[in-house]
């Protein structure tokens, strides 16, 4: 089955880490781009970060950067972000997603079920 | 970054009717990358159309995607009773990509 299974997710304090992981089957990981996107309380859909096919070059959101690392290990297809210095606004149900290209074009056509990060007191 | 506006915040409609709804981006996307995803109570979004009008796979007839520049619009020609959802635009024309705020299609 095509699918995608992420982990990690939980309640944290401010200031604290996550690493969440998602688990990719049924088709070819390394072929494709994968992305991070996060859905906030209120609904709206933040794109967080992206890895191209083969990783080397990644990319994250302003809000990301120096905080958030997306990795990626194709031998065992799983796709990770690491979260630090987590805020009350990063509260969100965080989606794996794959890509349908290879080079980091984030079109969006599996998405994996979504794990709940809450950052709060 | 791009400002994605979609409108209305809430369509309702009878299943049969035809829906048109609008995505407008604050700068033009010179490539026309706008994509549309559905998302339904509890589930993960779904891609619907990728660079404005290429349906993905699986994706009925009924749904189509039109416009350029700074104005796109999704098209559901007559209404199922599954189409009744949440349909977000994105573009990817220009770094960082951006989510518009999403339409709500509910049953009238």
């Known amino acids: 089955e095509v699918q995608l299974v992420e982990s990690g997710g939980g309640s944290v304090q401010p200031g604290g880490s996550l690493r969440l992981s998602c688990a990719a089957s049924g088709f070819i990981f390394s072929n494709f781009g994968m992305s991070w996107v996060r859905q906030l309380p209120g609904g709206g859909l933040q794109w967080v970060s992206g890895?191209?096919?083969?990783?080397?070059?990644?990319y994250h959101a302003d809000f990301a950067k120096g905080r958030f690392t997306i990795s990626r290990d194709n031998t065992n297809s799983m796709l990770y972000l690491q979260m630090t210095s987590l805020r009350a606004e990063d509260t969100a149900l965080y989606y794996c997603a794959k890509e349908i290209t290879s080079r980091g074009t984030p079109v969006l056509d599996l998405w994996g079920q979504g794990s709940l990060v809450t950052v709060s007191s | 970054e791009v400002v994605l506006a979609q409108s209305p915040g809430t369509l309702s409609l009878s299943p049969g009717e035809r829906a048109t709804l609008s995505c407008r981006a604050s700068?033009?996307?010179?490539?026309?990358?706008l994509v549309w995803y559905q998302q339904k109570p509890g589930q993960a979004p779904r891609l619907l159309i990728y660079?404005?009008?290429n349906r993905a796979t699986g994706v009925p007839d009924r749904f189509s995607g039109s416009g350029s520049g700074s104005d796109f619009t999704l098209t559901i020609s007559r209404l199922e009773p599954e189409d009744f959802a949440i349909y977000y635009c994105q573009q990817y024309d220009k770094t960082p990509t951006t989510f518009g705020q999403g339409t709500k299609v509910d049953i009238k």
């Open positions: 700068q033009s996307l010179r490539n026309n990358y």
């Open positions: 890895i191209p096919s083969r990783g080397g070059d990644t």
């Open positions: 660079d404005t009008s």
